[in-house]
Structure formats: C-alpha cells, structure tokens
C-alpha cells in the first residue's frame, strides 16, 4: 500500500479536503492520511511514498525531516532542498533572464548587523549605498517586503526617501527588497499544480482578504489568459514547483509578475471561494496520486526545475524545453464568497396540481 500524507499547520478545510478526495477516489493500492512523526532517525523512512508539504517554511523540524525523507525516496511536494535554497530576490531575477516582465527591485542590506557580527563583517560593503541610483532605478511610490518572506508580512509601503528611512529604521536584521508599485488595472493570482494545471483567478489585493476574489471586474480577453497562462507555466517550469501560486499586477495591458514563490499558498474554502476550492482539492489529489503511482523506494523522486536541469547539464538557461501543453481553468465568482458559509435555503416543492 502506498500512503499519501499531508503536513500542514493551522488551515482547516483544505488537509481534510485534500485526504477524504483521494481516499474516495479509492485507486487500488493508494490511501492518504495526515502524515504522523513520533521520531526522525537518519536515513530511516517515515513510511510515506508522497507527503505534500504546507509547513515546513515555518518549522525548520520538518523542513529538516522532508529532506531525509526525500533521501530514502518520499516524494515532497515541494522539493525541501530547492524551498530551502529559493528565495523572491533570485526569483525576480530568474524572470529578467526568462522574459516575464516583473517590478524594478534592488535587495537591501539589513539596518542592523546579524547576530555575531561587528563592522568589520562589512568591508565589502560600500559605505554609504549609492541611495540616490537606487532611488532614480526603482521611483517612488514604492514597496518595501522581506527578500524571503511572505503571508504580507513586514510589507511597507513607501511614499518617498524620507519615509524609507523612518520604516527602514523597523526592520532590524530583515533582508529587504526595495520594489517599484505597479498601479494596476486589473489583478490576477493563479495556482500552478504539477507544472501544468493552471487555474487563473481574478483578485483584488486591496480587499479584505475574505473579499478578495470578488473583484467586480470584466472577464479579461483572451490574449490576457493565454500570456498569463505562458508566464505562470515558464516561471513554474523554470522554478521546479510542484504547488505554488503566482500572481499578475496588470499596468497597460502588461501582466507584471508580483509574486511567485509560495510554495504552500493558502486553500482555505474562506478566502477563495468553494469553486476555486473544489479545482485546488480535486487536482492537487489526482496529481498526488499521480506521483504516488510513479514513486519509486530508495530513488530521488523529487521535482527539479529547469534552472537546476539545465545547470547540471551544462546547457544554456533559455534554451531549455517548452513549457508542457497547459490544463488552464479561469475561476468565476458570481455570489458572495461570505454567502458560502451560511445555510443553503430550502427551496420549496411545487405544489400539487388537483385532477380536474
């Protein structure tokens, strides 16, 4: 018997969800469950041919066990050793080299030193930054985030050079990247699973976030669709995730790439609505049990993006493979998302008709 294991933290609705579909789906051989740790012993087995992966950017303890589990042949979704290693800053360059048009960023060095450093750790470093080419490169207004964070943590927004300098001045020891706003007319956040499943849904940021998906906005053209449906399999293809979600600030008809490293990005039935819902929980199963059935014991059974393959190879980065044919769904919402959670109205019987 081959088991399919979830590891997740505080969500709710999509663990269960994701676990009682493959189960029904009752595919000789293959059953799913929450993955359970009651010890990690090295180059020892945890017993699991697939485990999908929606913590471990929080718990360095499992990141740690995911990668010896990869070692004795687990397939992990997503790679550990690639989510360990990647990060937003490399990211957007990664996308420069690629075409896929994305803000003008510059990293920053952290305000205070890291632990266990003095001024001589810096000699590198010129003293002071060339502030006034990073200001004329990225223009105000402007975002200030985490080189490596996520969940709209520590994210500032910036209204000029005085400004940097009083938010800089909170971050301490963050790695920050400093990115140009891109004042969008429309916005589109899309889920990526296996490399070829897309679902492209229309999104306002500026919502509360159980509003998000009700944007009130047109249905975008086609061309729109099938650009952003190239970008999302590129950036996936190249990044090697087997799960992730990317997301498309619109300025003049450009889709600019704003986000797109969250290797565990939210599901919850509450903030994305019970059609993107049922798309995330049906294909995320029918791609885990894809994988259960291709896994092999004592094999390395991961993801490896082009980047990675073609490094290796010693091949050019751009001149990899195609992306793959994509499966591409566009999510509509077309009632309240919040009118999901109440009970469903009985609809009354027609009445009778008497005989004559």
């Known amino acids: 018997m081959k088991k399919i294991g979830i ?24 059953s799913a469950e929450f993955v359970r740790i009651d010890k990690m012993m090295q180059g020892e087995p945890l017993g699991y041919s697939v485990i999908v992966d929606r913590i471990s950017q929080d718990v360095p ?43 003008k960023t510059v990293l920053l060095p952290s305000k205070d030193h890291p632990d266990s450093t003095t001024d001589r750790s810096f000699r590198n470093l010129a003293f002071p930054l060339d502030w006034d080419g990073i200001f004329d490169y ?24 005085e400004d940097l300098w009083a938010k800089f001045a909170e971050t301490k020891q963050l790695v920050m990247l400093l990115q140009e706003e891109i004042i969008f007319d429309d916005y589109f956040r899309c889920y990526c699973i296996g490399g ?33 449906t190239k970008y999302v399999l590129q950036l996936n293809q190249y ?60 094999k390395d059974n991961l993801t490896w993006g082009e980047y990675v393959r073609t490094g290796v190879a010693g091949k050019p980065l751009v001149a990899a493979a195609k992306a793959p044919k994509a499966d591409t769904s566009v999510g ?9 959670a109440k009970p469903k109205k009985k609809v009354p019987a027609p009445k009778k008709v008497a005989k004559k």
């Open 239 to 298: 990044l090697g995730y087997d799960f992730n979600t990317v997301e498309f600030a619109v300025r003049d008809g450009i889709p600019y790439a704003i986000d797109f490293c969250n290797p565990a990005p939210d599901a919850e039935v509450t903030s994305v609505g019970q059609d993107n819902f049922e798309w995330v929980v049906e294909t995320a199963a029918s791609y885990a049990i894809e994988r259960a059935k291709a896994q092999k014991d004592n």
């Open 7 to 30: 590891l997740f933290g505080q969500e709710n609705s999509f663990p269960q969800a994701f676990v009682d579909r493959i189960n029904e789906k009752a595919e000789k051989g293959i």
């Open 61 to 103: 303890f499992y990141r740690a066990s995911l990668k010896n589990a990869a070692i004795t042949g687990t397939a992990v979704i997503n790679n550990p050793f690639w989510w360990s290693a990647d990060e937003k800053f490399f990211n957007n360059a990664l996308a420069v080299k690629l075409g896929v048009p994305v803000p």
């Open 332 to 340: 509509t919402v077309d009632h309240a998302i919040s009118e999901e």
């Open 138 to 161: 990225v223009g105000f207004p402007a975002y200030m985030k985490p080189f490596d964070g996520g969940g709209w943590r520590d994210v500032y927004k910036i209204a000029d050079k």
């Open 196 to 228: 070829k499943h897309v679902r492209i849904m229309q999104y306002e940021p500026r919502n509360p976030h159980h509003l998000r998906y009700e944007h009130g906005k047109a249905p975008a053209s086609k061309k729109m669709l099938d650009t952003i």
